[in-house]
T-cell receptor, first 115, second 116 residues
Framework: AQKVTQAQTEISVVEKEDVTLDCVYE???????LFWYKQPPSGELVFLIR??????QNEISGRYSWNFQKSTSSFNFTITASQVVDSAVYFC????????????FGTGTRLQVTL | DAGVTQSPTHLIKTRGQQVTLRCSPI?????VSWYQQVLGQGPQFIFQ???????GRGNFPDRFSARQFPNYSSELNVNALLLGDSALYLC???????????????FGPGTRLTVL
């Protein structure tokens, strides 16, 4: 069975602070994909990043960066210099390869960025 | 290009009724998946359809059914509604069925169903 755990239910930061959202996953598969999605109040899930299990390179995209560590089954997401527009619920998700496109989501972390 | 569209936006039903939710995928996408998101939880996978065939099913009762049409749009039907079916129902489309790296799922805005 696959499982994604996001232990942080809610995080509040002041604008321009850096914030890290944690994600720990469980799977017996040797190959898999990991994702981060953003869900603003409108409800639509916005794709942020996909990471293959065989590629442990960290990635940076503007103010966003991701730290994938297979040894600890973690895929953490950092927002540098947070902005009010970053306020949303963030979901980490896991998907098996070669089968149906089923995504297994964590319970999400609500990020509140204030002025 | 239009994204994934879903209708209706909101829906209120009473227990025991039946409901049909609709989804139109991104043009060119042949796979549609449905997810249920209960308030405060992550989305839970319900179904995946590809080329009008069911390719995956989550742990949901038989009251939930779906189908995909020749134009790749899809409907999700829920019979004998229960209070616990109140949720945001999300539709996602992707180019094809398999979990290839470039086969990202793009989500629609969802249909918020309230069962009274």
């Amino acid at each position: 069975a696959q499982k994604v755990t996001q232990a942080q239910t809610e995080i509040s930061v002041v604008e321009k602070e850096d914030v890290t959202l944690d994600c720990v996953y469980e799977t017996r598969d040797t190959t898999y994909y990991l994702f981060w999605y953003k869900q603003p109040p409108s409800g639509e899930l916005v794709f942020l990043i996909r990471r293959n299990s065989f590629d442990e390179q960290n990635e940076i995209s503007g103010r966003y960066s991701w730290n994938f560590q297979k040894s600890t089954s973690s895929f953490n997401f950092t927002i540098t210099a947070s902005q009010v527009v970053d306020s949303a619920v963030y979901f980490c998700a896991l998907r098996r390869t070669g089968t149906a496109s089923k995504l297994t989501f964590g319970t999400g972390t609500r990020l509140q960025v204030t002025l | 290009d239009a994204g994934v569209t879903q209708s209706p936006t909101h829906l209120i039903k009473t227990r025991g009724q039946q409901v049909t939710l609709r989804c139109s995928p991104i043009s060119g996408h042949k796979s549609v998946s449905w997810y249920q998101q209960v308030l405060g939880q992550g989305p839970q996978f319900i179904f995946q359809y590809y080329e009008k065939e069911e390719r995956g099913r989550g742990n949901f009762p038989d009251r939930f059914s779906a189908r995909q049409f020749p134009n790749y749009s899809s409907e999700l039907n829920v019979n004998a509604l229960l209070l616990g079916d109140s949720a945001l129902y999300l539709c996602a489309s992707s180019w094809r069925a398999h979990g290839e790296g470039y086969n990202e799922q793009f989500f629609g805005p969802g249909t918020r169903l309230t069962v009274l």
